[in-house]
């Protein structure tokens, strides 16, 4: 079947930096993306990934290892504004997304 | 602004009622989706329509029946829901051209059904 794991809640301090994992296993990969879900709204695209490496945008950078099934996106510098869901998403072989169930981000002062 | 619009934002319906979603994008995609949001569950794709043809209906009850009439609008069609339909209910779009394939999320429609 497919799988998408990403742990369901972390808190961090603002100012400091953190990780948020997501490994799966899916049918086929086109690609890996991430999402940022505040409360009561929709997803925002953040990054996609499809080869090997670390993609920077900002205070966000995006990783992906295809051989391991795995990615990790960065928030360095973190504000109270970043406080939100983070959706990890894999397209398949039939260019479908596979989603995460989120991970709940809270940003204490 | 996402350039995708939804509406109505909320919705209270009993389990008798018939109402419609109304999801408009106006960013020139080709592709269109529904998707259902459940608390701590990940996006549920319903539906895909690809160029106004339905591509993906991926085991919905008959009481949803999605509706494109052309590439902007997409129509979700309720009838005899249940409780455990209550959840929010997203449209998205994507060009499905070139090596872009990020969806735009609308604001999504609070159902609940009593």
């Known amino acids: 079947g497919q799988n998408i794991d990403q742990p369901t809640e972390m808190t961090a301090t603002e100012g400091a930096i953190v990780q948020i994992n997501c490994t799966y296993q899916?049918?086929?990969?086109?690609?890996l993306f991430w999402y940022q879900q505040h409360a009561g709204e929709a997803p925002t695209f953040l990054s996609y990934?499809?080869l090997d490496g670390l993609e920077e945008k900002g205070r966000f950078s995006s990783f992906l290892s295809r051989s391991k099934g795995y990615s990790y996106l960065l928030l360095k510098e973190l504000q109270m504004k970043d406080s939100a869901s983070y959706l990890c998403?894999?397209?398949?072989?039939?260019?479908?997304?596979?989603w995460g169930a989120g991970t709940k981000l809270i940003i204490k002062p | 602004e996402t350039g995708v619009t939804q509406t109505p934002r909320h919705l209270v319906m009993g389990m008798t009622n018939k109402k419609s979603l109304k999801c408009e994008q106006h960013?020139?995609?080709?592709?269109m989706y529904w998707y259902k949001q459940s608390a701590k569950k990940p996006l549920e794709l319903m539906f895909v329509?690809?160029?106004?043809?339905?591509?993906e209906n991926n085991s919905v009850p008959s009481r949803f029946s999605p509706e494109c009439p052309n590439s902007s609008h997409l129509f979700l069609h309720l009838h005899t829901l249940q409780p455990e339909d209550s959840a929010l209910y997203l449209c998205?779009?994507?060009?499905?051209?070139?090596?872009?394939?990020?969806?735009?999320f609308g604001p999504g429609t609070r159902l609940t059904v009593t």
């Open positions: 329509y690809n160029f106004k043809e339905q591509t």
């Open positions: 960013l020139g995609h080709n592709a």
């Open positions: 998205a779009s994507s060009s499905l051209q070139g090596s872009s394939y990020e969806q735009y």
């Open positions: 899916t049918s086929g990969f086109n690609g």
């Open positions: 998403a894999v397209m398949d072989s039939n260019y479908q997304l596979i």
């Open positions: 990934n499809v």
